[in-house]
């Protein structure tokens, strides 16, 4: 009687087995239909808009396409050149980018109709027209535009478009700018490469085989090649300025409440502290300052979300010829960067003592238990939310590296840890809260770093601060979920909400090529920084800026000054 018992038991066992199994199989199925569906899609859009920009003449292609930002806003505002021509231009051009690159998602089809109404508005002699009238802009594509999906890389995602606007959106479409794209994204957000199962891997312009930075990696590559003039990102630990770093653009990352946030929570919905903010994205730094002047201009995101500070745009601040005390740095204390990012740096910093400004050496206090802040209080749950997203997708072999530790029980990374010679690999493994109790621990602590970082500018009367923008040039793809490590320099910034910028300053040389001879290697992210930088001569390589809260103009003051004397 029990051998028939167990067989019961057996044969229920391998039935359920069979039915999870199959399931699964089924849920795969459904998902690459998805994303089947998708390239259809992309393939009719893509068709539709060829059709739109074939129909502009060559010479005028040619005309507006040399034109630099101001000159192309010039020409708009005193009707010499149209909305649907300056569109139809940008769409040829992006497209062109994307050959390389594959930097795009989609290409909203109702652009056009933005720029005609935009045309036919401006055909009144009492029209007054926007400051942004006819300006095409590109768009992360995590950024809400309504009726268009926001998917973040995940294939389950699709076909749920969003019924709003993001409250920047809504901005942008108040100053007569024509979202006309959506660009690619790393899947789930957090990862500074840029590959997805629903768009796939876009490139770096200079090598197929790295990474344009991330999570706004479409953008970097899409504005570096010349397929957008202004393009806007968002930044939870880098996602902004390393893809500005890796292409040699301009980027900034306000602090958080300078934007509304409304309708667009970030990757993950509830994250308290670390959170995610819009920047723009462009050639010059002097672009995203015409687009910030213009955005805080006035209290429109104050009016539209009371949660945004009636702060409006300091032109004294700007304008202040004061010579500033900087705080710089070359060596974060968690991850030694790359040869070309320290001399850059020294660069600057000679730069800015001929311009009187006084600079001085700064340490980041306790730079392991920071990184290991930010890795704690990123996720916002221990990674509970992003890893549910992930088990129930298609993934791609990035995050099957990068996220599998998250599959482990909370012991098993502290036994994981406890085999672990390097102290900041060790730091950042034990990182993630097990509890609610050591979340709100993990919340304090960040609270706590935020005052003493700050404070201790404040006795030292210092300004700003001056430091290299990564710590690797652009990897191979895979690599950037294996090699957390160079994010230190950039997640420090938003742990801490300072408005920080990039600006390219200089490229990788031969001299810096054998400088990685004597690179340390002492752990696996050691060395394999040193060895992901190897074969970058021609790289771009730029510095960051970072400055308290409410001081982004100061930040964007010397950033625009750097930018002019090293370009």
Not at 67 to 79: A, I, M, P, T, V
Not at 317 to 322: G, L, V
Not at 394 to 420: D, Q, S, Y
Request: proline residues 6%; charged residues 25%; glycine residues 6%.
């Amino acid at each position: 009687m029990l051998w028939l018992i167990v067989l019961a038991c057996g044969v229920a066992a391998a039935l359920l087995v069979w039915k999870w199994y199959s399931d699964r199989n089924l849920a795969r199925d459904w998902l690459e239909v998805k994303v089947e569906q998708r390239k259809y899609e992309k393939q009719y859009n893509y068709l539709r808009t060829v059709e739109n920009y074939k129909q502009l003449p060559e010479d005028v292609f040619q005309q507006i396409s040399r034109l630099s930002f101001d000159e192309l806003r010039e020409k708009l505002q005193n009707g010499s050149v149209t909305a649907s021509d300056t569109l139809r231009t940008y769409q040829r051009k992006a497209k062109e980018a994307d050959e390389k690159t594959n930097c795009i998602c989609l290409f909203f089809e109702e652009a056009v109709k933005i720029a005609a109404e935009l045309d036919k508005a401006a055909s009144n002699p009492e029209y007054v027209k926007p400051p942004l009238f006819g300006i095409p802009i590109s768009l992360k594509e995590n950024i809400k535009l309504r009726g268009h999906d926001s998917c973040c890389g995940f294939v389950r995602s699709l076909q749920t478009p969003t019924r709003i606007h993001s409250q920047l959106v809504k901005q942008l479409l108040h100053l007569g700018a024509v979202p006309f794209l959506q660009t690619n994204v790393p899947q789930g957000l957090l990862s500074y490469g840029c590959s997805n199962p629903v768009y796939g891997q876009t490139c770096h312009p200079l090598d197929s085989t790295r990474v344009p930075g991330g999570s706004s990696g479409g953008e970097g590559a899409l504005i570096s090649m010349g397929g957008s003039l202004l393009g806007f990102g968002t930044d939870i630990g880098g996602s902004i300025r390393t893809p500005c770093t890796f292409c040699g653009i301009a980027g900034f990352k306000p602090c958080t409440k300078r934007f509304s946030h409304m309708g667009n929570p970030g990757s993950i919905p509830g994250r308290q502290l670390v959170k995610s903010n819009y920047g723009p994205m462009a050639k010059s730094i002097s672009i995203c300052i015409e687009y910030l002047k213009l955005a805080w201009k006035d209290l429109f995101l104050h009016e539209s979300d009371p949660f945004v500070p009636p702060v409006k745009w300091n032109d004294e601040m700007f304008e202040s010829k004061r010579k500033l005390r900087i705080g710089y740095y070359t060596f974060d204390g968690f991850t030694r960067c790359a040869p070309a990012y320290e001399r850059a740096v020294l660069q600057v910093k000679k730069k800015l003592e001929e311009q009187g400004h006084e600079l001085i050496p700064f340490k980041v206090p306790s730079p392991i238990d920071a990184f290991a802040l930010y890795a704690g209080g990123v996720t916002g749950d221990g990674g509970y939310y992003i890893f549910n997203q992930m088990k129930t997708d298609l993934l791609t072999p990035e995050c099957k590296i990068g996220f599998n530790i998250m599959h482990f029980p909370f012991w098993v990374h502290r036994v994981v840890a406890l085999f672990v010679k390097s102290d900041r690999m060790k730091a950042v493994i034990r990182s993630m809260p097990r509890s609610t109790v050591e979340m709100r621990k993990i919340f304090e602590k960040i609270e706590s770093y935020q005052h003493n970082f700050t404070l201790e500018l404040v006795r030292e009367k210092i300004d700003l601060i001056l430091c290299p923008s990564f710590a690797t040039y652009p990897p191979h793809h895979g690599m950037p979920n294996q090699m957390v490590a160079p994010c230190s320099y950039t997640a420090l910034y938003n742990m801490l909400d300072y408005p920080a910028g990039v600006v390219k300053v200089t490229s990788v040389t031969e001299e810096d090529e054998m400088k990685l001879e004597q690179f340390p290697e002492d752990d696996d992210w050691d060395k394999q920084i040193k060895q992901e930088c190897k074969g970058c001569v021609g790289f771009p390589i730029s510095v960051q800026i970072a400055a308290p809260p409410y001081r982004e103009e100061l930040c964007l003051r010397i950033l625009r000054d750097i930018e002019q004397a090293f370009n």
